[in-house]
């Protein structure tokens, strides 16, 4: 377990394989678990602004993470006493946490089987491949062939502050292609009411200008629409995809995988 007591602004990066990635992570597994408790400054210092960004295989990733999976279950808390000294942005993704806006991040033909639990006070943003993701270049598909079954579980605790939450991207800014689903999403309230929620069976907070392509959700893994939803309205779905069972779902997952990749990979999805 990785318990930080701190009363710095920095931000805070923590991944399975590589904590901030700037290269090329390719084929590379996981089977460790992550296990994260924030202590905050008990003399009360002020750390407003820190991010803490936490990924299976990634946590921030610049670049490319591809043909990667993760086996490992990430635990994380930050409900600190006082409230009023921590302001956090918490990216949380079963590959990579955050892809940032200021550079071009590649999530390919990955796979999350670990499940996510957090317990927080803060803004939250869960995916079970991607916790956010911002790329405003339409003309490319950063995150694409992915597959989730982890479950994601958050708990929020006496906050206004927002949570997006969701199969396979919290954040959803920036196309994605080929993504399944089949674990299940779950937010769990305890005292407060006043949390804007963002989620999804595959986005939570979707954008009108953004793409979501062939992305395919197992039936029953929530219990509203694939697209992302508010406090006061849950959303359609996004049209054309459908629920399809788990198997349905590895069948043609398998497919793309093959059809991307040399006739070696055929077995990629088989464990």
Same mark, same amino acid.
């Given at each position: 377990?990785?318990?930080?007591?701190?009363?710095?602004?920095?931000?805070?990066?923590?991944?399975?394989?590589?904590?901030?990635?700037?290269?090329?992570?390719?084929?590379?597994?996981?089977?460790?678990?992550? /296990?994260?408790?924030?202590?905050?400054?008990?003399?009360?210092?002020?750390?407003?602004?820190?991010?803490?960004?936490?990924?299976?295989?990634?946590?921030? /990733?610049?670049?490319?993470?591809?043909?990667?999976?993760?086996?490992?279950?990430?635990?994380?808390?930050?409900?600190?006493?006082?409230?009023?000294?921590?302001?956090?942005?918490?990216?949380?993704?079963?590959?990579?946490?955050?892809?940032?806006?200021s550079t071009f991040c590649n999530v390919e033909?990955?796979?999350?089987?670990?499940?996510?639990?957090?317990?927080?006070?803060?803004?939250?943003?869960?995916?079970?491949?991607?916790?956010y993701i911002y790329n405003s270049n339409l003309?490319?598909?950063?995150?694409?062939?992915?597959?989730?079954?982890?479950?994601?579980?958050?708990?929020?605790?006496?906050?206004?502050?927002?949570?997006?939450?969701?199969?396979?991207?919290?954040?959803?800014?920036?196309?994605?292609?080929?993504?399944?689903?089949?674990?299940?999403?779950?937010?769990?309230?305890?005292?407060?009411?006043?949390?804007?929620?963002?989620?999804?069976?595959?986005?939570?907070?979707?954008?009108?200008?953004?793409?979501?392509?062939?992305?395919?959700?197992?039936?029953?893994?929530?219990?509203?629409?694939?697209?992302?939803?508010?406090?006061?309205?849950?959303?359609?779905?996004?049209?054309?995809?459908?629920?399809?069972?788990?198997q349905q779902i590895l069948n043609e997952m398998?497919?793309?995988?093959?059809?991307?990749?040399?006739?070696?990979?055929?077995?990629?999805?088989?464990?």
């Amino acid at each position: 377990m990785l318990i930080l007591d701190t009363s710095s602004s920095r931000n805070i990066y923590v991944g399975g394989i590589v904590g901030n990635n700037e290269g090329t992570t390719n084929n590379c597994k996981n089977n460790g678990n992550i /296990n994260i408790d924030i202590i905050t400054n008990r003399l009360g210092t002020n750390i407003k602004s820190a991010d803490i960004i936490i990924g299976g295989i990634a946590g921030e /990733n610049k670049s490319y993470v591809v043909n990667s999976k993760n086996f490992g279950d990430i635990n994380y808390s930050n409900s600190p006493v006082d409230t009023s000294i921590l302001e956090t942005r918490e990216r949380i993704g079963g590959i990579v946490g955050y892809g940032p806006s200021s550079t071009f991040c590649n999530v390919e033909n990955c796979i999350n089987v670990g499940n996510i639990e957090a317990n927080t006070s803060e803004k939250n943003y869960s995916g079970g491949i991607i916790g956010y993701i911002y790329n405003s270049n339409l003309d490319v598909i950063p995150v694409q062939n992915v597959y989730n079954s982890g479950n994601i579980t958050v708990t929020t605790h006496n906050t206004g502050k927002n949570l997006y939450i969701a199969g396979i991207a919290g954040n959803g800014e920036g196309n994605l292609q080929y993504c399944f689903n089949t674990g299940k999403v779950t937010h769990i309230t305890n005292g407060e009411s006043t949390v804007t929620k963002y989620r999804g069976a595959i986005v939570g907070d979707a954008h009108s200008s953004t793409k979501y392509l062939d992305c395919k959700y197992l039936s029953g893994s929530v219990d509203f629409g694939a697209e992302g939803s508010d406090a006061d309205k849950l959303g359609n779905p996004i049209e054309s995809i459908p629920n399809l069972t788990e198997q349905q779902i590895l069948n043609e997952m398998n497919g793309i995988i093959s059809t991307h990749n040399s006739s070696s990979q055929d077995e990629w999805l088989k464990w």
